[in-house]
């Protein structure tokens, strides 16, 4: 995983910058406050998927161990940004919510085979901590490109934006390591030890409480 103090290269500032209607200013306010976080819109050039810390670590975890990876990954505000392939913010609340609903529907005293090979038993999706879920008409705040004065020391980038184009994983991807996370060692999390902390501009964010019944 890339240092805490990762640098934004300038391809990977492009990209970002792409994401919003006015490229150029995004790049004038860089240049005046390199050192500062600044928002961006989600929906086009990314979706942005917001988990605690623990839990997030442990997502990282299986999607670098044993996934595809991921793209850029930061943290701000207690929270771990997972930078996702557009419309992941849409897509992946309604397959948690489908998860939760198959893990609940087994006949008493016996299981439910699934299509991934499982049955359900494991309560995986009962135990998913909330998701924010960041996609079109929604925006996020970022680390600055460049570390410096100004910029909390909570929030920084682990996994900084390298290339103009990076890959990204998307809904397949991110709710089979949610499932990983919590089969491998995050039956806890539900307990309330890893709850959002959302900084006051991501108060408007979508909040998608996958682990409880609708």
């Not at 505000?77 to 392939?85: N, Q």
């Not at 489908?98 to 135990?127: C, F, K, M, V």
């Not at 970022?142 to 682990?158: A, F, H, S």
């Not at 184009?165 to 307990?191: I, M, Q, S």
Request: aromatic share 8%.
């Amino acid at each position: 995983m890339s240092d805490p103090a990762a640098y934004v290269t300038p391809a990977g500032a492009e990209w970002l910058a792409s994401s919003s209607a006015f490229p150029r200013s995004v790049h004038a306010l860089w240049a005046v406050r390199p050192g500062a976080p600044s928002t961006l819109p989600c929906g086009t050039a990314f979706d942005v998927v917001s988990v605690g810390t623990l839990f997030g670590r442990r997502m990282l975890d299986r999607l670098w161990t044993t996934g595809p990876g991921t793209g850029p990954v930061a943290l701000h505000a207690g929270r771990m940004l997972l930078f996702a392939e557009p419309g992941t913010a849409q897509r992946l609340p309604a397959l948690l919510r489908w998860r939760e609903w198959r893990g609940s529907s087994a006949p008493a005293g016996g299981t439910e085979d699934r299509a991934d090979g499982t049955d359900g038993t494991e309560g995986a999706a009962e135990t998913i901590p909330p998701l924010l879920c960041y996609g079109l008409g929604d925006a996020v705040t970022i680390p600055p490109p460049v570390p410096g004065e100004g910029c909390p020391p909570t929030t920084r980038w682990l996994v900084a934006p390298d290339v103009r184009k990076p890959w990204l994983p998307g809904t397949e991807a991110l709710l089979w390591a949610c499932v990983r996370a919590v089969r491998e060692g995050g039956r806890g999390l539900a307990g309330g030890r890893d709850q959002p902390i959302s900084a006051p501009s991501d108060q408007g964010a979508k909040v998608y409480h996958v682990n409880r019944r609708r």
